[in-house]
């Protein structure tokens, strides 16, 4: 497991996740749906694992507290968008 030292010190990450921050982060801004991410992060069959990517996000934010939800921005029917930080007026 990988130290996610920027946003969580004491919370862990696994191989998957940190891939799919990679993609997410790389793409800053726009919308990556699951199929890219699945094509992208795991050799799985797209059909039988759709969901799987929800149940990596839900972790990801979970580490990450209060900062993955806001991080990490749910395209409803289609995917996820990375927005890093967002600001408080």
Request: contains cysteine; charged residues 25%.
């Amino acid at each position: 497991m990988a130290r996610f030292p920027w946003a969580c010190p004491w919370e862990y990450v696994n191989g998957a996740e940190w891939r799919i921050i990679k993609v997410l982060s790389a793409n800053y801004g726009n919308v990556i749906s699951r199929t890219q991410l699945i094509d992208e992060c795991f050799e799985y069959n797209r059909e039988s694992y759709d969901r799987i990517i929800d149940t990596h996000i839900k972790n990801i934010r979970s580490k990450l507290g209060h900062t993955g939800l806001s991080w990490i921005e749910t395209v409803r029917g289609y995917g996820y968008r990375f927005t890093g930080v967002k600001k408080l007026d």
